[in-house]
């Protein structure tokens, strides 16, 4: 009996040589006889006897002959026909020709893809982070940008003592990027390893009551818009409209009319030509000008280039409750400059909100009951999305974890496989993104003296996750369920614990953050690198990235289009709907069409209930479930957790009320809404809804190139 010698190689399409793997054969084979045949027993049967085939015709080649990956498709092709498997045949075909056209629109966009990622992650990491030569001809690959980013942060081990090499560091950091498991925020991807070298998101900048004050925090804001960071500002310092200036005995303007500069700076500088800037603006309820505050943004186009949120006091939603007048007081003379009905002006802001999705409420006693400084002082402003409380010029780098490969599967091999939660692996990234973000603080270029001085005092990090309706998803647990939200609560029990531990080891190797002293954590002996450790942000464009669902958000569509930034369309399906219908042998050809009108499963003939279950999208849940998932995660988070309540169009007024009251009853740092509809250029667009003409009904859902859940406006996507 001759032996089988088959090649060591095989030649792949850029022309490089990879080691021949006669598995990847078995199961190309088996997919294509899979999505004909509908039985797995069957469709192993084909496979096994077509891979052997296969093998056999390469092993009578030329031992010395290296085939290409084009050579073995071709000879499953005829080996498939030869043996009768025609309808098969055609399915392989199919798939190939998809791959080609997948493969003939990343050549388009001129990019070689080493991590196999999808078009438009591609076309993202393209616009956003990818370096680029004097041409702006891309110049490294996503995985060299990994490396890059890898290398940058480790070299901050060269200054500790470390049980570890920074080889091995860099490599362990390398890693967790490389397989998606783990994402930092967008200015370290386009700025370490660079002559810009400014890492951070998240700024809050101060602004006092004087024209000198004022413009100074406009310039500070310019500079950091310029290396990519956010900034979040509260204007509640400057006296109100028509107050007097002593120096000229003039009138002041107020601070929206201050605020406008602002926005209109910020829609000229372009963060190095990749993405607009992005400002939180937050004034107190009790400001004189709270009133031309909340309604800042119902006039069309005004404040584009910011979220704006009111700062509520617990007395203020006390009266509220009570049906109270409440005090305006004047921030220059601290006195009582007038009185209102406090529901009348909450009753203003939900309107608002509901009209426009501004403003939102940031629960300024809440925050500071968990302020970990509260001896320096208070803390008054945030991030652009609400998730990092700061102190005036602190600023604070962000990363997310994609628990979607924090799942594991029991018995794969199984039609009744049990995935759970790898709690060893994600304790394992855990402890590796506490140090990776603990480095960049050394390794960062900040953009000026009082924030170098400040976020160093209290090196604050915020660990957060992505990809958690993916999970839910894999574990087979609806979003909008009790176990759903326990679960939630668990997870980030031990994610803020592991956090924790991460923090009290590198402080004993490197020492506590200088302001520990003065923290909370000094009373608790509980000694810390860190004042903070975890956030909840949005992750937009760093989860479409990893490949998937943003932060903490609900899935926004199982399939819809989405508008890349190239101009083309590209039809997108959720990959976990797209498996479990092949799974339980359901032609998903047949419902993906009807589903991408609607974006939701739920109304769906021939989609069995447990799917339906599980695949929730964010309109199809209650805004009280929204809530209860958002108080879940913020009982273990010690920033800030961001996430949009999504209503539908037809929702009223006192749906907003019920959602902001909720939201403090819950203990939440702060709430944003968004109605469907209510601002006329949106980044998520439902081809169907019951509010939606018939005339259109037959369109599709259409999402941005940068969308991946959350708030719909365009404005949370930082």
């Avoid at 006192?654 to 009251?661: E, M, P, R, T």
Wanted: aromatic share 8%.
């Amino acid at each position: 009996m001759v032996e089988m010698v088959l090649p060591a190689k095989i030649r792949k399409r850029d022309g490089s040589l990879a080691k021949f793997n006669k598995t990847k054969i078995a199961v190309a084979v088996e997919k294509a006889a899979l999505d004909v045949l509908k039985e797995p027993k069957r469709a192993r049967i084909v496979s096994e006897r077509i891979t052997s085939a296969v093998l056999d015709n390469l092993a009578r080649q030329r031992t010395t002959h290296i085939p290409s990956v084009e050579d073995v498709q071709d000879l499953i092709e005829s080996s498939l026909m030869s043996e009768g498997y025609n309808a098969i045949a055609k399915s392989y075909i199919l798939y190939r020709e998809n791959r080609s056209q997948l493969r003939l629109a990343k050549s388009a966009l001129g990019l070689k893809d080493d991590l196999k990622l999808p078009v438009n992650a591609l076309e993202v990491l393209d616009r956003r982070y990818l370096l680029k030569d004097q041409n702006r001809a891309v110049v490294e690959t996503p995985g060299e940008l990994f490396r890059r980013v890898a290398h940058h942060i480790a070299a901050a081990e060269n200054n500790f003592k470390s049980a570890f090499s920074t080889d091995y560091v860099e490599e362990a950091f390398f890693q967790m990027m490389r397989n998606l498991e783990f994402m930092p925020n967008s200015p370290t991807l386009m700025n370490a390893g660079t002559s810009i070298g400014q890492l951070s998101a998240c700024f809050v900048l101060p602004v006092e009551d004087s024209i000198t004050g004022i413009f100074e925090s406009l310039g500070h804001m310019a500079k950091i818009h310029q290396t990519g960071g956010g900034t979040g500002f509260n204007f509640s310092k400057l006296r109100p409209k028509y107050d007097i200036v002593s120096s000229t005995k003039g009138h002041a303007s107020g601070p929206v009319s201050f605020m406008s500069i602002f926005d209109k700076a910020t829609g000229i500088i372009v963060q190095g030509g990749r993405r607009r800037g992005a400002n939180m603006g937050i004034l107190r309820c009790d400001h004189p000008d709270i009133i031309e505050f909340i309604e800042a943004k119902i006039v069309p186009d005004r404040f584009t280039n910011f979220n704006l949120s009111v700062g509520v006091t617990d007395n203020f939603l006390r009266a509220v409750r009570d049906n109270r007048t409440f005090n305006l007081i004047n921030p220059r003379t601290a006195k009582v400059a007038r009185q209102l009905k406090a529901r009348d002006l909450f009753d203003l802001m939900a309107t608002a909100a509901w009209q426009t999705g501004d403003p939102g409420l940031v629960f300024l006693d809440e925050i500071n009951r968990h302020n970990p400084t509260p001896r320096l002082r208070q803390i008054e402003a945030t991030n652009p999305c609400g998730e990092l409380p700061l102190m005036p010029f602190e600023s604070c780098t962000l990363a997310s974890i994609n628990l979607a490969k924090m799942v594991k599967t029991d018995s794969p091999k199984t039609s009744k496989a049990h995935a759970k939660v790898d709690w060893d692996k994600l304790g394992q990234v855990v402890h590796w993104a506490v140090r990776f973000l603990d480095d960049v603080l050394e390794v960062n270029v900040y953009p000026l003296e009082q924030v170098k001085s400040a976020t160093l005092a209290n090196r604050k990090i915020g660990l957060g996750v992505m990809g958690f309706a993916d999970m839910l998803i894999k574990m087979a647990l609806p979003y909008n369920s009790p176990q759903a939200t326990a679960f939630a609560a668990k997870l980030m029990r031990f994610i803020h614990t592991r956090s924790l531990a991460a923090s009290a080891a590198l402080a004993k190797q490197r020492g506590v953050f200088p302001n520990f002293s003065k923290s909370i954590y000094a009373r608790k002996n509980l000694r810390l690198r860190n004042a903070t450790v975890n956030t909840i942000a949005p992750a937009g464009t760093i989860s479409i990235i990893a490949g998937c669902s943003s932060g903490i958000e609900p899935l926004f569509a199982v399939s819809f289009v989405r508008n890349v930034l190239s101009g083309t369309r590209l039809f997108e399906v959720s990959p976990l709907f797209r498996d479990i219908m092949e799974k339980r042998h359901i032609d998903t050809a047949q419902v993906l069409a009807e589903i991408a009108q609607q974006g939701s499963v739920q109304k769906i003939n021939g989609i069995p209930n447990d799917i339906k279950r599980i695949f929730v999208t964010a309109f199809d849940i209650k805004p009280i479930d929204h809530l209860n998932m958002q108080s879940a995660f913020q009982r273990h988070t010690d920033n800030a957790v961001s996430k949009t309540i999504n209503l539908p169009s037809d929702a009223v007024v006192g749906d907003v009320k019920n959602i902001f009251l909720m939201a403090h009853k819950l203990r939440c740092k702060g709430i944003t809404v968004y109605r469907y509809g209510s601002r006329d250029q949106q980044v998520l667009s439902f081809g169907y809804s019951n509010s939606v003409p018939p005339a259109i009904a037959g369109q599709l859902v259409t999402a941005g190139a940068e969308y991946s859940g959350g708030c719909a406006a365009g404005t949370c996507l930082f």
